[in-house]
């Protein structure tokens, strides 16, 4: 048993130091395809986009032995670039499936929506699907108007902090790591040893500040009174009826009705054309399917191997991230 736990372990490190210093390697190299339009419903020249946000707000590209595909953040800079550049859309919607992700991320994404919603005076609608929590929500805050999806979950307004810990294991099978380090706090966050009390004091000041953060946006963005910002800092999840009663969205509705919504703040007629960029065409498109790269038959991929496995997802970090099955002390 001792040797097994004593492998577990050795491997355990080993992708986790692969994860932050070594790409996983791409055979077959990144989807390099040009984005193109496809119309989904509607007509005429005047448009709205649908853009998908779906999966975990992260810079880090999705790579596997046999498959690269950007970001969420390369890519929605890439819609949002192509939509620049063409007067007749009107009107953008975006559809957010998301726990959240990043701090850093999910700033950016914000203020990418908010320019291009600035710089072009293009109305901007947020449709949450199944969860729009924590960073999810937080991109959503530039939208003129934002819809909830009568099942979403969202709100988790604040920041975590995760630090993933192998000492106990280490212990259990006999290792140690030995740290030169060239101040007492230069390996503040070390997955090693357990934290002391003044590094965490440190890193609860530090999140709280960018909860603080997080918390002021949506004050500026929704206007919330002060009974409600106090209830929604408490970091906590919502459903549709109850974010919409504190003010976190403005109508509880479906897809359709997001994008209705969208056409009459546009001043668009109903029959209007809803559109999508994609790389590669779908013959059977619908509303529903907005994923910029077409699966084939039956949606299958290529192969895909992530070297780093779970632990990829254990980086320690801040995240405006809702992580349901996590644990905190």
């Not at 419903?41 to 946000?53: D, E, F, R, T, Y």
């Not at 890193?203 to 709280?208: A, I, K, L, V």
């Not at 991929?301 to 779970?310: E, F, H, K, R, T």
Request: net charge neutral.
């Amino acid at each position: 048993m001792k040797r097994i736990l004593l492998l577990l372990l050795t491997a355990a490190l080993s992708l986790v130091a692969l994860s932050g210093c070594v790409s996983t390697k791409n055979l077959l190299g990144p989807s390099s395809s040009p984005l193109r339009e496809y119309t989904l419903q509607g007509g005429g020249k005047q448009k709205v986009l649908l853009i998908p946000l779906k999966g975990v707000i992260s810079e880090e590209r999705m790579d596997g032995v046999f498959r690269s595909e950007p970001s969420m953040l390369e890519e929605v800079a890439a819609l949002l670039r192509k939509a620049r550049e063409d007067r007749q859309v009107m009107a953008v919607v975006f559809r957010i499936d998301s726990p959240g992700g990043t701090v850093t991320a999910s700033e950016i994404l914000y203020e990418e929506i908010a320019s291009f919603k600035e710089q072009t005076g293009t109305i901007v609608v947020a449709s949450m699907d199944s969860v729009a929590a924590s960073g999810g929500y937080y991109v959503a805050l530039p939208a003129d108007h934002i819809v909830a999806h009568p099942t979403t979950v969202t709100g988790s307004i604040g920041v975590v902090f995760i630090q993933p810990k192998f000492g106990g294991l280490m212990d259990k099978v006999g290792l140690s790591v030995e740290v030169n380090k060239s101040g007492e706090l230069k390996d503040m966050g070390s997955p090693f040893r357990q934290s002391t009390n003044e590094e965490r004091r440190i890193m609860q000041d530090m999140t709280d500040r960018l909860a603080r953060r997080f918390l002021d946006r949506v004050k500026e963005r929704r206007n919330l009174s002060d009974e409600a910002l106090e209830n929604v800092s408490s970091a906590r999840v919502y459903l549709a009826d109850d974010a919409l009663a504190l003010g976190l969205v403005d109508s509880v509705g479906s897809l359709n009705e997001a994008i209705d919504r969208a056409k009459s703040l546009a001043g668009l007629p109903p029959s209007a054309k809803v559109v999508v960029y994609r790389r590669s065409g779908n013959p059977d498109d619908t509303i529903y399917n907005m994923a910029t790269v077409y699966r084939g038959a039956g949606g299958k991929v290529p192969l895909q191997i992530d070297i780093a496995g779970p632990f990829s997802a254990l980086k320690t970090g801040f995240y405006y991230l809702w992580v349901p099955g996590g644990t905190h002390r």
